[in-house]
């Protein structure tokens, strides 16, 4: 059956230093990936996408990398700030199309002490 | 622009109750969400419309769960008779299409069966 997988333990790390998630995924092809974050009581929001055929994709202090043949994509937040802390989610999208579906990770919650 | 809205926020009922929760999306997106999310897992998919018409529905429980999007912009979604184990936040979320567009999430209603 389709799985990804996401650390379910809390990642602990200091202001300044570089966080990484990680969302492995097996039997799945996706054509797509996001990475949504969420914040207690909040539902989640958006990132970033990357496409299976992008090897890497930034966004400011953000960059996300995406390998097929690994079936892994890696969430960076470089000089990472306490307002950082948050759960961040991988969805992976099987199809360019509006009729496939957005199937979600359990997420990984990141905590940047000051 | 105006987010995502939902109401209630929150609700409480005992089991075998109905609850209704209504769902405003954005102004021009034609991707219309419902997402169950329970505590510690991610956001799993209930029913996805485009305009007023359903395009995946597979995972929602029908027995008990209903949903409709009247004239293509508000929804509602429904549970009839719940259950314990219907305990999670509702996230309801839009999008200008369906694939790999970003989704845009509400806050929420976080309803608990008793």
């Known amino acids: 059956s389709q799985k990804i997988e996401q650390n379910s333990e809390a990642l602990n790390i200091q202001e300044g230093k570089t966080a990484t998630l990680t969302c492995n995924y097996t039997n799945y092809s996706p054509a797509y990936l996001q990475w949504y974050r969420q914040d207690p009581g909040r539902g989640p929001v958006f990132l970033l996408l990357i496409r299976e055929n992008e090897k890497e994709k930034r966004k400011e202090r953000l960059k996300v990398t995406f390998d097929t043949t690994l079936k892994q994509s890696l969430f960076h937040i470089t000089a990472s700030q306490p307002a950082d802390s948050a759960t961040y989610l991988c969805?992976?999208?099987?199809?360019?199309?509006?009729?496939?579906?957005?199937?979600f990770g359990k997420g990984t919650m990141l905590l940047v002490s000051p | 622009e105006a987010g995502v809205a939902q109401s209630p926020r929150y609700k409480i009922i005992e089991k075998r109750q109905s609850v209704a929760f209504w769902c405003n999306p954005i102004s021009g997106h034609a991707t219309l969400y419902w997402y169950q999310q329970i505590l510690g897992q991610g956001p799993k998919l209930l029913i996805q419309?485009?305009?007023?018409?359903?395009?995946?529905d597979s995972q929602l429980p029908k027995d008990r769960f209903s949903a409709e999007r009247l004239k293509g912009v508000d929804s509602t979604l429904k549970i009839q008779p719940a259950k314990l184990e219907d305990s999670a936040v509702y996230l309801c979320a839009s999008s200008w299409e369906g694939g790999p567009y970003e989704q845009y999430f509400g806050p929420g209603t976080r309803l608990t069966v008793t």
């Open positions: 419309f485009q305009n007023n018409g359903v395009v995946d």
């Open positions: 969805a992976l999208l099987p199809m360019n199309s509006g009729y496939s579906t957005l199937t």
